[in-house]
């Protein structure tokens, strides 16, 4: 019998817990700090919500879940049909949501007399995508969303890259936080009269790093595009230089797009609400084409800067995306934090704090039934001061409570037997040091408030 996990999901021991916890809470902290409310949706949607919204390979990476009871009594096999939607369709009505954008968009739909617009929600979710699993690739992870919805404001972008530097700043991350514009990426296509070439003008671009000018110009040339192409794309494959730089390049080359200048006014506004927010990590990054489905504006991603793991955070401007449930025209814009990512991260780099695994501060020794009872009282009190503490449960050998306490990386344990009930007193021992100080109730209480 295999009792191991499904590939691509995993258990988390509280340490790991501890940690995770301590990214969704910095997370939550700051979404709540810049005025988002808190959603959920479930796990589960209609296969007809999420089918088609994320590409063809989205479709094929849907965990889609048969119908209950009898799942083959309804199907019908003896169509000449080639395609395996249609089948899937005939067995399975529900999947598990792919992310947490296409819920919200739902979302907002559904509950739209019952929120307030512009509406700020953040939410943090698993998700679930049948993919290969690998090194920073899980088919269960968490996503950490905030988005704004009802606004075509680029303020809303600006605070959205404002809380990403709050946060790595928070977790002492480096980061880099690459920018780009759909509206771009179009206008590219439509220079080159190839606007149904749009993807493999953005998958050549984004190979530019990884094999080359020469051999993405190549690959452009088996895809049919022409010498006069290619020259004409030269500029584009070969853009560097400061943000502003860029942009002016870019301009020239957008002379006679209007899509193309819309989309450098944008970027060019977004700039110089970073510049007063004091944002310098950021970088225009025509390689950046994330979300060609659905985003129609910016385009957001963050990597680590000390750390080879792909994106850790990603987002961008979506105009019509509820437009596909029936309420067209709401634009949003909304970044995610890859939880899971970030953690790998922060663990690699030893950039978590180093008594994040100290969830109680005092452990009560239990000497019998007598001094447990006394022990519980005076816990109580503590608890209701907000210190975390516990009692230990079995009357065992002193040693034994000891190495618990190191085994849970305790600090402090209190020593009570007959002498301390009768003064009314406890004895604090301090692990890492093998002191011993004999105290009130009151010198204990701000001792441990003090940490």
């Known amino acids: 019998m295999n009792y191991n ?109 019952d929120i307030c617009f512009p509406f700020k929600r953040y939410q943090i979710q698993p998700v679930w995508r049948a993919d290969k699993p690998q090194k920073g690739r899980y088919r269960e992870f968490y996503q950490c969303d905030a988005d704004i919805i009802g606004s075509e ?30 509206k771009i990426l179009s206008a590219i296509a439509t220079m080159l009269n190839k606007n149904e070439h749009l993807i493999d003008i953005t998958t050549a671009i984004d190979k530019l790093d990884k094999i080359g000018l020469d051999a993405v110009i190549e690959e452009l040339i088996l895809k049919g595009f022409s010498t006069a192409d290619i020259e004409r794309l030269k500029p584009i494959l070969l853009l560097s230089g400061t943000n502003e730089e860029k942009i002016t390049t870019l301009y020239s080359l957008f002379n006679n797009i209007e899509e193309g200048k819309k989309g450098l006014e944008e970027l060019s506004a977004l700039l110089n609400f970073a510049k007063t927010l004091q944002i310098s990590n950021l970088e225009l990054d025509l390689t950046l084409a994330r979300g060609l489905n659905y985003y129609t504006g910016t385009i957001i991603e963050v990597k680590a800067q000390d750390v080879s793991i792909g994106s850790i955070v990603g987002g961008g401007r979506y105009d019509n995306l509820t437009g596909i449930f029936g309420l067209p025209n709401v634009s949003g814009v909304g970044i995610s934090f890859g939880a899971d990512r970030i953690y790998d991260c922060l663990e690699q780099l030893n950039l978590f704090p180093q008594d994040i695994s100290q969830t109680t501060q005092l452990l009560f020794a239990n000497f019998g039934e007598q001094e447990a009872t006394y022990c519980l009282s005076v816990a109580q009190k503590l608890r209701q001061e907000g210190i975390c503490c516990e009692v230990y449960p079995d009357n065992t050998k002193i040693k034994k409570q000891m190495i618990y306490a190191n085994d849970r990386n305790i600090r402090y344990v209190a020593l009570v037997g007959e002498t301390e009930m009768k003064e009314g007193k406890i004895t604090l021992k301090d692990m890492q040091s093998g002191t011993q100080s004999l105290m009130t109730f009151e010198q204990l209480k701000e001792t441990l408030k003090a940490l």
Request: hydrophobic share 35%; with cysteine; glycine share 6%.
């Open 5 to 113: 996990t499904v590939k691509g999901t995993r258990d988390f021991l509280p340490n790991q817990m501890t940690k995770r916890n301590f990214i969704f809470d910095t997370i939550k902290h700051i979404y709540r700090k810049h005025g988002f409310l808190p959603i959920e949706t479930p796990a589960l949607e209609n296969l007809s919500t999420l089918m088609g919204k994320y590409g063809e390979e989205g479709d094929k990476l849907l965990f889609k879940i048969l119908n209950s009871g009898n799942f083959l009594e309804k199907a019908d096999f003896t169509s000449s049909e080639t395609d395996y939607k249609h089948f899937t369709t005939q067995i399975c009505e529900k999947g598990l949501r792919y992310d947490l954008t296409v819920p919200f968009a739902r979302f907002v739909v559904n509950h739209r007399n």
């Open 153 to 182: 404001s680029l303020l809303n972008e600006a605070e959205l890259l404002d809380m990403i530097c709050e946060v790595f700043s928070t977790l002492n991350l480096n980061v880099v936080i690459k920018i780009n514009n759909r």
